[in-house]
């Protein structure tokens, strides 16, 4: 089980060294193709407080400038990244959760940092990006090189979303030391205890033997949080519930909290 092609994002505000580091990782860990991409684009014409607008001058200005960061990037990745990892670069003056989402036909993984920033014209939209691309997001926890993925916590809902994670993480799943796959209860009905068996027998098949836990309490995105970090878990694995910017998730809120908590590496899948 692999991935064989990743695309990465690197985010033109952000120093991108770190992240193509933990693409050159992956693509070793997978021995996969790695496609790294960038892009920004410039603010349509809009009208100030005083009546004015961008003028087109001013807006190739910016167009320029940001022309000049992707070419840097362009250079950092194509610096870093070894010979003897298979890759490509891309890069677009236009939306980059746009470019992205259309870019994903290409590759079995997107991986991008979890830095989303307020300025849609130069930051990934995660929410959007997970929703609409039809692949598996790996957003990244903040200024990791490795996403070892030793201690994995699938965070269980018997929903289609929650499968379909489970099935694009198997790569990651069958490389663990530990898997534990997690459900928080909501009800006294047995369902919940037989689900998690199924998930186990499901994973099993694949040589993967996991454990089981049924959690009670709060059916919040924290207390997932929190059992993940009394695990000592360096990735969730979670499916993607909500709207465009993913503003509901399984257990209450759990989306909209691991996408806000950038402490620790996320998979998520829709």
């Known amino acids: ?44 014409l809009v009208a ?23 070419a840097e990037l362009r250079a950092e990745f194509e610096r ?9 670069w891309g890069q677009k003056v236009c939306n980059p959760t746009r470019f992205l989402s259309v870019s994903a036909r290409a590759a ?19 929410g959007s990006l997970a929703l609409g ?7 990244a926890a903040s200024n990791v090189e490795h996403v070892l993925a030793k201690t994995v916590l699938v965070a269980w809902k018997d929903t289609r979303e929650a499968r379909r994670a489970i099935a694009d993480a198997l790569p990651f799943l069958a490389r663990a030391n530990e ?3 997690a459900t928080i209860e909501t009800d006294r009905s047995e369902s919940a205890r037989y689900s998690l068996a199924d998930v186990a027998a499901y994973l099993e098949n694949y040589g993967i033997m996991p454990q089981t836990e049924l959690l009670t309490g709060e059916a919040d995105g924290d207390h997932l949080l929190a059992f ?25 809120g759990v989306t909209r909290t691991l996408i806000e908590d950038n402490g620790i590496n996320r998979f998520l899948s829709y």
């Not at 993984?109 to 995660?126: C, H, K, P, Q």
């Not at 691309?133 to 957003?139: D, F, I």
Request: avoid cysteine.
């Open 80 to 88: 870093l990244v070894p010979a003897s990892i298979s890759s490509e």
């Open 108 to 126: 079995d993984l997107i991986v991008t940092s979890g830095e989303e920033g307020e300025n849609v014209y130069r930051a990934v939209d995660i």
């Open 1 to 44: 089980m692999s991935y064989k092609s990743i695309i990465l994002n690197l985010a033109v505000d952000a120093p991108p060294t770190s992240m193509v580091k933990l693409g050159i990782e992956l693509a070793e860990r997978f021995g996969t193709h790695l496609i790294g991409l960038a892009a920004a684009d410039v603010p349509p």
């Open 228 to 252: 993940a970090r009394s695990i000592h878990a360096d990735l969730i694995v979670s499916g993607a519930y909500g709207h465009s910017r993913l503003r509901e998730w399984a257990f209450g």
């Open 179 to 181: 898997v534990i796959v």
């Open 48 to 70: 100030t407080g005083d009546g004015m607008v961008y003028e087109g001058e001013i807006m190739q200005i910016q167009r320029t400038e940001i022309e000049k960061r992707l």
């Open 133 to 139: 691309t039809g692949r598996p997001v790996l957003v």
